[in-house]
């Protein structure tokens, strides 16, 4: 099974400032999705970004980008311009396509403090 | 537009107590699943449906039963609770090949 690790449990940001959340992921497919989700205190689960794995150009989403390292198996999360809104926990997923269900992992999970 | 709706949002159960989690959605998926959430640990698979009629189990499955019995509807049973089942529940479903859209979770705590 593909496992999906992030290393930070805990990281904080002063606002407006620029923050990078890790994401290291092991697979023997060639072919996959990446994801990072945003969980608020109101636990609903929310899209940030997403990357496909044979694109070698990494995604964005207005201040949020990726960087997207095939080889090294890595796909961190960008955030600039932090904002409160965006303290929460995020989680980083890997989607397969070689197991019926294309099953995701997820993280553990990176708690995000903004700090005003 | 509902998009994926649980209920109930909140349950206690007793030890050995029953219950069903209904998951519905509107987005026509034929993919859904569902996770637990545990502090620590992420999201854990413990079932999930490839399409009506069909389940498979996940990382987690034991103590757990689920159906699919309609396209928009994914039914998670508790046939015993057990404390070890106090958790977050979430439903997701997806296209294949998609992002994942989630519920917005059941907090069950089993005494």
């Known amino acids: 099974a593909q496992t999906v690790t992030q290393s930070q449990p805990e990281m904080s940001v002063q606002e407006a400032e620029t923050v990078t959340l890790s994401c290291t992921y092991d697979?023997?497919?060639?072919?996959?999705?990446l994801f990072w989700y945003k969980q608020p205190p109101s636990r609903q689960m929310i899209l940030v970004i997403r990357?496909?794995?044979?694109?070698?150009q990494n995604a964005t989403e207005n201040r949020f980008s990726v960087n997207f390292q095939k080889a090294a198996k890595s796909f961190s999360l960008k955030i600039s311009d932090s904002q409160l809104g965006d303290a929460a926990m995020y989680f980083c997923?890997?989607?397969?396509?070689?197991?019926?269900?294309?099953?995701?992992?997820f993280g553990t999970g990176t708690s995000l403090t903004v700090i005003p | 537009n509902a998009g994926v709706t649980q209920t109930p949002k909140f349950r206690v159960l007793k030890t050995g107590q029953s219950m069903t989690l209904l998951c519905a959605q509107d987005?026509?998926?034929?993919?859904m699943y569902w996770y637990r959430q545990d502090p620590g640990m992420g999201l854990r698979l413990i079932h999930y449906?490839?399409?009506?009629?069909?389940?498979a189990k996940g990382e987690v499955p034991d103590g757990y039963n689920v159906s699919r019995l309609k396209k928009q509807n994914f039914l998670l049973g508790l046939e015993s609770a057990a404390p070890s089942q106090t958790s977050v529940y979430f439903c997701?479903?997806?296209?294949?090949?998609?992002?994942?859209?989630f519920g917005p979770g059941t907090r069950l705590t089993v005494t």
């Open positions: 990357q496909e794995a044979y694109k070698q």
């Open positions: 997701a479903s997806s296209y294949p090949a998609y992002e994942q859209y």
């Open positions: 697979t023997s497919e060639s072919d996959y999705y």
């Open positions: 987005m026509n998926h034929e993919y």
């Open positions: 997923a890997y989607r397969s396509f070689e197991n019926t269900g294309n099953q995701f992992y």
């Open positions: 449906s490839v399409g009506e009629g069909t389940t």
